[in-house]
């Protein structure tokens, strides 16, 4: 993917969290085709992040993949120093890593709920605290945060999931305010049921079809079409502390 005639990032640098699969693999490959460089993070699946980034590349884009559990604060600080010392800055942020642990409330363990809690709510935080901080010199930067249709409508056995992705939803309008003066948007994209490794396993798929107005799964690659909107569209500068669902019509506020 040669940057395109608009390449409406060329210049700039993108940190993707979970960029080796999915959702943060589309977005990865989205953002490269607007001229980012993009930072392809993962936290275990090596293989799969360097064929993202030989994606990229073989396309004619720009790409280096990190290892980082952003769950943790001295590997953010260790990924943020990486590509600070590379690149010099960050002008988008796609806080997309996250994992399910699902099971009924009365049978979720505590490390259940901590897991999901620390990668999914904590490491949205870890990541836009280290990064902001960068985007905050530049006066400029837009931030876009992966919460879920369930942090706005709960959904049985995702207590901790779902308790995360509505925490996503208010930590993202609290930094859109706190951030907006220098120029920096902060939002949430809110998927619904995405036809990725995480949506693989469900059994009920035929329940949940009834659930979703257009009737099918969504593709990695529609969500990674809004991250794109929202990362390099000019009408996207105008638009802050934003929950913008993607679900095929499942929540209709
Ligand atoms: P996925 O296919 O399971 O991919 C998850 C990605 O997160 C992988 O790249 C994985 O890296 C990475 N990751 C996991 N733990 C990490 C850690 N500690 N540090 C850094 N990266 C880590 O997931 P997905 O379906 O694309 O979901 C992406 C985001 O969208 C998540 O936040 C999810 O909650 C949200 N979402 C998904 C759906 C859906 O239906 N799929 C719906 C709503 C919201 P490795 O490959 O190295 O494990």
Same mark, same amino acid.
């Given at each position: 993917?040669?940057?395109?005639?608009?390449? /409406?990032?060329?210049?700039?640098?993108?940190?993707?969290?979970?960029?080796?699969r999915g959702i943060g693999r589309a977005a990865a490959?989205?953002?490269?085709?607007?001229?980012?460089? %993009?930072i392809v993070n993962y936290a275990s699946s090596s293989q799969a992040a360097d064929a993202v980034v030989a994606e990229i590349t073989g396309?004619?884009?720009?790409?280096?993949?990190?290892?980082?559990?952003?769950?943790?604060?001295d590997q953010v600080d260790s990924l943020v120093n990486t590509v600070m010392e590379k690149y010099g800055r960050v002008d988008v942020l796609v806080n997309n890593a996250g994992i399910a642990r699902d099971t009924l409330l009365l049978r979720m363990k505590l490390e259940d709920w901590q897991a999901v809690i620390d990668l999914n709510l904590t490491g949205v935080f870890l990541c836009?605290?280290?990064?902001?901080?960068?985007?905050?010199?530049? /006066?400029?930067? /837009?931030?876009?945060?992966?919460?879920?249709?369930?942090?706005?409508?709960?959904?049985?056995?995702?207590a901790n999931y779902s308790a995360a992705k509505a925490?996503?939803?208010?930590?993202?309008?609290? %930094?859109?305010?706190?951030l907006a003066s220098r120029g920096i948007t902060v939002n949430a994209v809110a998927p619904g049921f995405i036809a990725t490794d995480m949506t693989a396993d469900i059994k009920a798929a035929e329940e949940i079809l009834k659930l979703i107005p257009l009737g099918r799964y969504g593709q990695p690659e529609e969500v990674a079409g809004l991250i794109r909107f929202l990362a390099a569209d000019a009408a996207a500068a105008y638009i802050t502390g934003q929950v913008i669902n993607i679900d095929g019509?499942? %929540?209709?506020a």
């Open positions: 993917m040669a940057a395109s005639s608009e390449a /409406r990032l060329q210049g700039q640098v993108a940190v993707v969290t979970g960029a080796s490959i989205a953002l490269a085709a607007e001229g980012a460089t %993009v396309a004619g884009g720009q790409a280096m993949a990190l290892q980082a559990d952003v769950g943790q604060t836009t605290r280290a990064i902001s901080k960068i985007m905050l010199k530049q /006066r400029a930067g /837009r931030i876009i945060n992966i919460t879920s249709v369930v942090g706005e409508m709960g959904n049985p056995g995702q925490g996503v939803i208010g930590f993202t309008k609290t %930094v859109a305010k706190e019509g499942m %929540v209709m």
